[in-house]
């Protein structure tokens, strides 16, 4: 009953989301304002239904009740509840479900925060995201309905994929969602204020918080997905390059382009169209993103059972919206009114900057994880484009991309000084400069770029360190030299300027943790219980190898102890290769030691019948940094994101002007 | 300076960056791109050694030999023709005789391929789509569901194509 009264919830949502995508076209044509309050509250109803098919699917699968398809595809009664209720996700059906669960959530978040945004781009935006979710929502109910019955029930279910019985899947999707789905808000932001032909730094400082929350999300999302792949795929790899991570690489890349616009229009009032057309770009990657790993042209851990007619859907979605939005883009653009032009040599300079490597980066990535498909569709010819494709393509454009973020940061609106930014950057140079050369000169003989890349990180880390003490000196007659005035300075300086710093230093830290990878090693050996494996500084014997049984599966588990180089126990590592017999699958599951940001990593291979085991052992020096700087990097916007200017919404702006601050117009 | 000296500037770097770009993309294509070909391919075609590809093809059965020191033979078959493969490391959990690889590593003179990476199926009811295609081509494989899901569609069994071509490094 609470199935069908949840497929009933998402039909309802259906046609609310119609509603709210009719309503603001309707109050623009007859001119009444109550109207446009509509889409506020059909937000609301949208989002209010779609929770209640969620907690309906959720329900299904807590409670294991094989009537329901979905569950009987994906689930176990003996699988332990926390896989019950993330496994609601780790199918396309209700993975689905939680992407519009999101997106009528972002729509719910637009109609409530009433302060921030003029009506009338709020009613607009709510609108274009009416459209979306109603698409999206059809999309569910006419090829994935996650809601279908089987009769008979059978008593038991298939089980989840044993790759996806991890936490990870708990944390990854969700985030990684909120992300990718967040890009729509600015997305309908944008098509909002072509709708209207009207763009100003309203509009910029309305869309800035749903772009930087989209953004941390997709940070972390990335980060955690990354990390997921790095323990359970059991090579020990960060990165593949892998077209779906390629698919959630490119938004971020285009939405970290779109947040550093936004700021240049917000501060300038330039950039205006390019920014337009960012918003619209970075959600066209989320859904090309969506199409690639949701419509089994790419196959994947992400893909799966594949059906073509949902392909076929999803590339029609694609088109609607992209095309859709680009013709507006090139229709209503040139009403938009242009900011001027301002000197290269300038913070906004060198934002433009950054804006050409990150498009041009994305660029890079997008047409090394197109090409193979399109290659096969024309000639049929397949092709692997790899790691080596964008280590030479990406890395190259995202080297000058770092060397200018502190550059950037020293240089001053409107008009700025080379001579003056290298001056207050000197010392951040010279120390990376000493710093790269000193590790070049204590690991000679290995490879050049981990020193290289080591440098370029604490030059990014120093530099947004920097960044905060000059802005804390001050400038001019305010300049102070007394160190507990820059401390308290420093502390009343704005939460954005912190949240900035503290970003770019993340940034630092993944470099330092990516160039370090350059000194991994890895071992490999067929072992018998007593027998040791060196690999880099350390060496693992292997105590035994013994079974053990988990909830829904059997494991042979190969305990080791780690030793390093003068003999001392540093740690114990387990390792072992679990059956799960609901679905006759093995999954080796790798052991890891942490040693400070360092990992030992070991993964099983087969166990012979002699009790040998072969084993292969990572030494992965400075790995976690990788996915600590993401996490940074995520903090320094959360951070940005609660700085005054973000709270302080338009109304208080025009304060003691015009009541209703939609009518005034920022221009 | 003036409105058109700063505009020059932009298109200039708009420009330069572009091209770099595109030069770059250049680069790489030329050089980092592997193809994959199946047994029959490699036996028709001559493919000059030391070419780096993917080999795609069904593991024959009673093929696999484990030497000392965690290196594997097995032959790869698309049962018209046959490459054998050699490989030093831990195989993919679901590599099986008789079922579905791909293998990526360089042909030697004498015919046998050094893999460096071996993908395997990653759920059991899922086979690699390149394979699947290049057995269609040599009209052994019949479909039995969905297009690119080859395996047979139980009415309960999921047909999940999980975990595709992850490589093995």
């Given at each position: 009953m609470i199935v069908e009264t949840g497929h009933f919830a998402l039909a309802l949502a259906l046609a609310i989301s119609l509603v709210q995508a009719v309503m603001p076209v309707w109050a623009a044509r007859s001119g009444d304002p109550a109207l446009r309050q509509t889409a506020s509250q059909a937000a609301l109803g949208a989002f209010a239904c779609v929770l209640f098919a969620f907690a309906a699917l959720t329900y299904a699968h807590a409670t294991s009740d094989f009537s329901v398809q979905n569950v009987v595809e994906n689930s176990h009664t003996q699988k332990p509840l926390i896989y019950k209720l993330s496994g609601v996700w780790g199918n396309h059906e209700g993975s689905m479900l939680l992407w519009v669960l999101i997106l009528t959530l972002f729509g719910a978040c637009v109609a409530v925060a009433r302060n921030s945004v003029p009506p009338r781009l709020r009613a607009n935006t709510l609108g274009v995201q009416g459209l979306i979710t109603f698409v999206f929502v059809l999309f569910i109910i006419t090829t994935s309905n996650p809601f279908s019955r089987v009769i008979p029930a059978p008593l038991e279910g298939n089980d989840l994929n044993p790759l996806l019985q991890d936490p990870g899947l708990a944390i990854h999707p969700p985030l990684l969602y909120v992300g990718y789905v967040g890009f729509s808000i600015s997305f309908a932001f944008a098509v909002a204020a072509l709708i209207d032909g009207r763009i100003d730094a309203v509009w910029a400082r309305a869309v800035r918080p749903w772009t930087l929350t989209a953004w941390c999300f997709l940070t972390l999302g990335i980060a955690m997905g990354s990390y997921w792949a790095y323990y359970e795929l059991g090579w020990g790899g960060w990165w593949f390059w892998d077209p779906v991570e390629n698919a959630s690489l490119m938004p971020w890349i285009a939405g970290t382009a779109l947040l550093h616009s936004t700021v240049v229009m917000e501060k300038r009032d330039a950039l205006k169209v390019w920014t337009v057309l960012l918003a619209i770009l970075t959600f066209s990657l989320s859904l090309i993103g969506t199409f690639l790993v949701r419509s089994g042209v790419i196959t994947s851990v992400h893909s799966f059972a594949t059906d073509p007619t949902r392909g076929i859907f999803i590339l029609a979605i694609l088109i609607l919206f992209i095309g859709g939005s680009l013709t507006l883009f090139a229709w209503r653009a040139p009403l938009l009114r242009q900011g001027g032009l301002f000197a290269p040599i300038s913070r906004e300079g060198s934002l433009v900057l950054n804006n050409l490597f990150l498009v041009a980066g994305c660029a890079t990535v997008l047409v090394g994880t197109l090409y193979p498909l399109l290659l096969e569709m024309l000639t049929g010819e397949k092709i692997t484009v790899g790691p080596p494709f964008f280590n030479s393509t990406f890395v190259p454009l995202a080297i000058p991309l770092l060397l200018i973020v502190p550059f950037g940061q020293a240089l001053a609106w409107k008009r700025g000084d080379v001579l003056a930014a290298a001056q207050r950057l000197f010392a951040a140079l010279a120390v990376a400069l000493v710093i790269g050369l000193g590790v070049l000169a204590l690991t000679?003989?290995?490879?050049?770029?981990a020193p290289v890349g080591i440098g370029l990180g604490a030059y990014l880390l120093i530099g947004s360190a920097l960044e905060i003490v000059s802005r804390a000196r001050g400038?001019?007659?305010?300049?102070?030299?007394?160190l507990g005035q820059i401390g308290r300075r420093a502390f009343g300086l704005p939460r954005s300027a912190w949240g900035t710093s503290l970003a770019h230093a993340g940034v630092g830290v993944v470099v330092i943790g990516i160039a370090a990878q350059g000194w991994a090693t890895e071992g490999l050996a067929t072992l018998k219980p007593g027998q040791t494996l060196t690999t880099g500084p350390y060496t693992a014997t292997l105590e035994r190898v013994a079974p053990r049984t988990g909830p829904n599966y059997e494991e042979a588990a190969a305990y080791l102890t780690v030793r390093n180089r003068s003999g001392d126990e540093v740690g114990q590592v387990e390792t072992g290769k679990r059956f799960y017999p609901s679905r006759k699958m093995a999954v080796t599951e790798s052991g890891l030691l942490t040693i400070g940001a360092s990992q030992v990593y070991a993964s099983l291979g087969e166990i012979g019948q002699d009790g040998s085991v072969g084993l292969r052992l990572y030494y992965k020096p400075l790995v976690l940094m990788i996915w600590l700087g993401a996490v940074v990097m995520a903090l320094g916007g959360g951070l940005s994101l609660t700085d005054r200017r973000m709270r302080v919404g338009v109304p208080a702006k025009a304060r003691g002007r015009a009541l209703p601050a939609a009518t005034v117009p920022a221009e | 300076m003036t409105r058109k000296s700063r505009r020059l500037i932009l298109i200039a770097a708009c420009g330069s960056v572009l091209a770099l770009a595109v030069g770059l993309i250049l680069f790489a294509m030329s050089g980092s791109i592997v193809f994959f070909r199946s047994p029959s391919d490699i036996a028709q075609q001559g493919i000059a050694p030391g070419t780096r590809l993917r080999l795609g093809g069904l593991v024959k059965d009673g093929s696999l030999k484990r030497g000392p020191g965690q290196t594997v033979d097995f032959t790869v078959t698309d049962t018209n023709a046959t490459v054998e493969v050699q490989y030093k490391g831990l195989l993919p959990d679901l590599f099986r005789e008789g079922q579905g690889v791909v293998a990526e590593g360089t042909l030697e003179p004498g015919g046998l391929f050094r893999a460096d990476t071996v993908l395997a199926k990653h759920d059991e009811s899922y086979m690699p789509r390149e394979v699947a295609d290049a057995l269609k081509a040599q009209g052994r494989w019949q479909e039995g569901g969905a297009k690119g899901g080859p395996s047979p569609k139980p009415a309960t069994a999921s047909a999940e194509k999980t975990l595709g071509p992850r490589s093995e490094r």
């Open positions: 000679w003989g290995g490879p050049m770029m400038y001019g007659a305010s300049r102070t030299r007394s | -």
